[in-house]
C-alpha cells in the first residue's frame, strides 16, 4: 500500500508559511519518501560538481598568476653589481680637450614591479687627479650640501618578456635624474643583455647629453673655470654599463657606503702640499653664509664648515689662517671692522666643532684684496668671502 506524508499548514505563522511555499516547488504536500530521497541526491550531485568546477577555475587561475610572476623578467628582484659595473662621465675642456671621469661608489636595484633606482655617492667622483676631485667635489657637485644623485626608472616587463629566448633586447628607458636638488627626465638608447639566468647587465648604447643648466649650475662650472683658469664646456655626457644579479642568488648583504667615506683619496693624513691644494679650493666655494651688515654664521653653513673641520684634522701639523673679506660697499672703516668679525665667527665655529683653538688664527682686511671689480652683482659676492691658508709654526 502506498504510504502518503500529509503537510498541515493551518496553524503555521505567516513567516513559516512563506518558508514552507517556497520548499513547495520541490516536494509536494503529498510526496513518496523514496523520491524525496532521490531529488535530494540528485541535488547533492549538482552541488559536488559545481563546487568542482569552482576549484578547478580558482586552482588554474592562481597556477596562471604564479607561473605568470616567475616568467616575469624582474622576479625575484634584482641588486647592482657595482665592482662589475661602470658609471662614467665626458667633459670638454677649452673647446678641444675631452677628459674622461667616473664614479667609484654607486649601489642600485630593480624591484618586482620593474621599479629601478640606482643612487650614485657624488664625493665617489674619479678623475684620476687628486685635486681635480676635489674640485669637483666642492666647487662643482658640492657635495657637502648635495652628497648623493638619484636616478628612477620604471621598467616594461612587457618590453623585455622576450629576453630569456633573446638574450639580447634594444630598449629604451625613460629616466628621471635627481642632482643638486633638482629632478629633470631623460630618454636613452639602452642594450639589455642575459648574460646568464641570474644576471642581467643593462647599458647605453651611446653617450647621454646633459647640461649644466638643467640643474642650475651654470654658476658651479664657472667657479671650476676660476679654479682651474680653463674654459669648460656647459654640459657633459654620460655612459654606463650595469651588472645587476638576481637577489635570490646573493648569498652576501649588499653594503651601502656613506658618502663621507667614498672619496678617492689618500687615507689618514695629507701631505703639507695635499692640505695646501684643498684649502685654496675650499676658500672658492662661496659657502658659509652672512646676512647682510651681519657676522652671524647662518645654520646653511654648517655642512660646509664640518667638511672644512674633516680636512683640517687631516692636517694635523698645519695652523689655519682664516681671513675676511668684503664688497666695497659702505665705508671703509664699516667693512674693515665687518671682515674682522665675519673671520672671527667662522673661526669660533670651527673650534666649537673640534678644532683645536691653538691651531686656527683670523684676520680682517676688509675691501683692501678683491679678487674682482666692484661692478656687477656676481663680482660683488665673489669679494664677499672667506678665505683659508695654512701655515706651519
Known amino acids: 500500500m502506498e504510504q502518503k506524508v500529509v503537510l498541515m499548514i493551518d496553524n503555521q505563522s505567516p513567516s513559516q508559511r512563506s518558508a514552507f511555499t517556497q520548499s513547495a516547488a520541490k516536494f509536494p504536500l503529498v510526496a513518496d519518501p523514496r523520491k524525496i530521497a532521490q531529488r535530494i541526491g540528485q541535488m547533492r550531485t549538482q552541488l559536488v560538481r559545481k563546487l568542482s568546477g569552482a576549484a578547478i577555475i580558482i586552482g588554474a587561475c592562481l597556477m596562471t598568476q604564479v607561473a605568470s610572476a616567475q616568467d616575469s623578467p624582474f622576479s625575484g628582484s634584482w641588486m647592482l653589481d657595482t665592482k662589475s659595473s661602470v658609471l662614467s662621465f665626458q667633459t670638454v675642456k677649452n673647446n678641444a680637450v675631452v677628459e674622461n671621469s667616473k664614479f667609484a661608489s654607486f649601489t642600485g636595484q630593480i624591484d618586482e614591479s620593474g621599479l629601478a633606482v640606482v643612487k650614485v655617492q657624488l664625493d665617489s667622483v674619479d ?6 676631485n676635489v674640485r669637483m667635489r666642492f666647487l662643482f657637485f658640492e657635495t657637502f ?17 622576450d629576453l630569456k629566448a633573446k638574450r639580447h633586447i634594444p630598449y629604451k628607458i625613460r629616466f628621471t635624474l635627481e642632482l643638486h636638488g633638482i629632478k629633470s627626465d631623460f630618454e636613452v638608447d639602452a642594450i639589455v643583455t ?17 647640461a649644466v643648466k638643467n640643474f642650475g ?12 683658469k680653463v674654459k669648460i664646456l656647459p654640459s657633459g655626457s654620460v655612459s654606463f654599463n650595469f651588472v645587476f644579479e638576481n637577489a635570490k642568488t646573493i648569498t652576501t648583504e649588499v653594503a651601502v657606503v656613506e658618502p663621507k667615506s667614498t672619496a678617492v683619496e689618500t687615507k689618514g693624513n695629507f701631505s703639507g702640499e695635499a692640505c695646501r691644494g684643498r684649502f685654496e679650493i675650499l676658500s672658492r666655494t662661496g659657502a658659509i653664509y652672512f646676512r647682510t651688515n651681519s657676522a652671524k654664521v647662518e645654520a646653511d653653513s654648517a655642512p660646509f664648515l664640518r667638511a672644512v673641520s674633516e680636512i683640517a684634522q687631516r ?28 673671520a672671527e665667527a667662522v673661526r669660533k665655529h670651527l673650534a666649537d666643532i673640534g678644532i683645536s683653538s691653538e691651531r686656527l688664527r683670523s684676520i680682517g682686511y676688509g675691501e683692501n684684496r678683491p679678487v674682482a671689480a666692484n661692478d656687477t652683482p656676481r663680482n660683488r659676492g665673489l669679494n664677499r668671502r672667506i678665505e683659508f691658508s695654512v701655515f706651519e709654526g
Do not use: W, Y
Open 145 to 161: 650640501d648635495f652628497p648623493e644623485a638619484t636616478v628612477t626608472a620604471q621598467l616594461d616587463a612587457a618590453a623585455l618578456a
Open 194 to 210: 642575459l648574460i646568464s639566468d641570474t644576471r642581467v647587465s643593462v647599458s647605453s648604447s651611446m653617450p647621454i647629453p646633459i
Open 315 to 342: 692636517c694635523p701639523d698645519l695652523k689655519i689662517m682664516i681671513s675676511g673679506h668684503t664688497d666695497s660697499d659702505g665705508d671703509a672703516i664699516s667693512n674693515q671692522r665687518l671682515s674682522e668679525a665675519r
Open 127 to 132: 678623475t684620476t687627479i687628486d685635486l681635480r
Open 217 to 228: 649650475m651654470e654658476e658651479n662650472v664657472r667657479k671650476l673655470e676660476d679654479a682651474a
